[in-house]
């Protein structure tokens, strides 16, 4: 099964770097309040990923957004500040294509070349620990935000505000 791929390649990734993190099996959800209640977490630990498409300005590339779990997406706003002057969400086809996970199952991590990441800054000033569905929806990992940043060492992009 294509999550289960993911899912290796996650803890193989975070065992490689002496990650702090542990598996958390729960019940199926797709929306970040269902899986905060689901994981037994508070929806500022979540971090949500987003594939999109950022397109003008010569630009078109696909982009990784990640942000806290509790605020929206600005795609405009994205798309401004990468350069680009319109950004959408893929279709569930190109979503399996770039990540091999559905919509909800995302982790904050690019295994694509043709998938840029960038993280909201916001998500590391939440809490010392982060949570993000590990390319299933009833499997996730509660993730030390440090090591993720050592780790991943993502761009950073102010782009989400208020829900």
Do not use: W
């Amino acid at each position: 099964m294509v999550s289960s791929v993911i899912f290796n390649q996650l803890i193989t990734l975070l065992e490689g770097g002496q990650a702090r993190y542990r598996v958390i099996e729960h019940a199926s959800a797709g929306r970040s309040e269902e899986a905060a209640k689901a994981r037994g977490t508070q929806i500022e630990q979540g971090a949500k990923a987003l594939v999109c498409h950022v397109k003008g300005n010569g630009i078109k590339q696909h982009v990784l957004a990640v942000l806290p779990a509790h605020r929206k997406a600005n795609l405009q706003v994205l798309a401004q500040k990468l350069g680009g002057t319109r950004a959408s969400l893929a279709s569930p086809q190109e979503v399996m294509a770039l990540t091999q996970c559905v919509f909800g199952a995302i982790p904050p991590f690019s295994f694509h070349p043709d998938l840029k990441l960038v993280v909201d800054p916001l998500l590391f000033n939440q809490l010392d620990e982060m949570v993000f569905n590990a390319g299933s929806l009833e499997k996730s990992l509660l993730l030390n935000v440090e090591d993720y940043q050592r780790i991943v060492k993502p761009e950073q992009v102010e782009f989400s505000e208020s829900a």
